[in-house]
């Protein structure tokens, strides 16, 4: 009798000990461990383009996508891996006049998607300038110009000059105006490097 008791508290307690150890291995299965690592300010984020952006079409508070195109590594330890989906926001956009404006585009990033989790990002803005209107702008003008002068000159044996060269030049402000424009298009994939205004607190697997 005591000999049977014994065998059912001993399998009772075989039972109970097997059902830990299974609870513990779930749990430890479901709620993995994981270490924050501190990012520190200064290190750059690397990204490529998903989608194209340009001065013309975009404007100010606009967002885009982009994926991390180089692992952040610290201490020999991948933190941020290559392809962690990046969001980003147009802070300055400004489209290129026809005679005169320069275009503008100022891009920074505003967060990523790591393990399920979002981190807000504060970072630098990557930033882009249109070239300049004046040397193309007088080429045209001056040989609108100077054509309008010799077609003048042509047909009124030199004494149209005055006339035709004015003229010319308003064609070559016409040509000027309509084919003047000089924005900044950013295509899909292409490579932007950011760095990093304030550290991020990272929750990384042990």
């Not at 490529?48 to 001065?55: A, C, F, K, P, V």
Request: hydrophobic share 40%; net charge positive.
């Amino acid at each position: 009798m005591i000999g049977s008791k014994r065998n059912v508290l001993l399998g009772s307690a075989i039972v109970l000990l097997s059902a830990g150890i299974i609870t513990a291995a779930v749990t430890l299965v479901v709620h993995p461990r994981t270490v924050p690592v501190t990012v520190p300010e200064e290190t750059a984020i690397h990204v490529t383009l998903d989608q194209g952006i340009s001065s013309n079409q975009n404007r100010p508070g606009d967002h885009f996508e982009a994926t991390i195109s180089e692992p952040v590594v610290l201490n020999d330890k991948t933190v941020i891996p290559q392809g962690t989906p990046v969001e980003g926001i147009v802070v300055d956009a400004r489209p290129s006049g026809h005679l005169m404006g320069r275009a503008h585009l100022q891009l920074a990033l505003e967060s990523m998607q790591l393990d399920g989790k979002t981190y807000d990002l504060r970072t630098s803005s990557a930033y882009r300038r249109g070239g300049d209107h004046k040397k193309r702008n007088w080429a045209l003008i001056g040989g609108g110009a100077g054509g309008g002068a010799l077609i003048g000159a042509a047909a009124a044996g030199g004494k149209g000059a005055l006339i035709g060269g004015p003229i010319g030049a308003g064609a070559g402000t016409a040509v000027a105006y309509f084919t003047g424009k000089k924005d900044i298009h950013l295509r899909p994939e292409m490579r932007l490097e950011f760095r990093l205004n304030q550290p991020v607190i990272v929750d990384t697997k042990s």
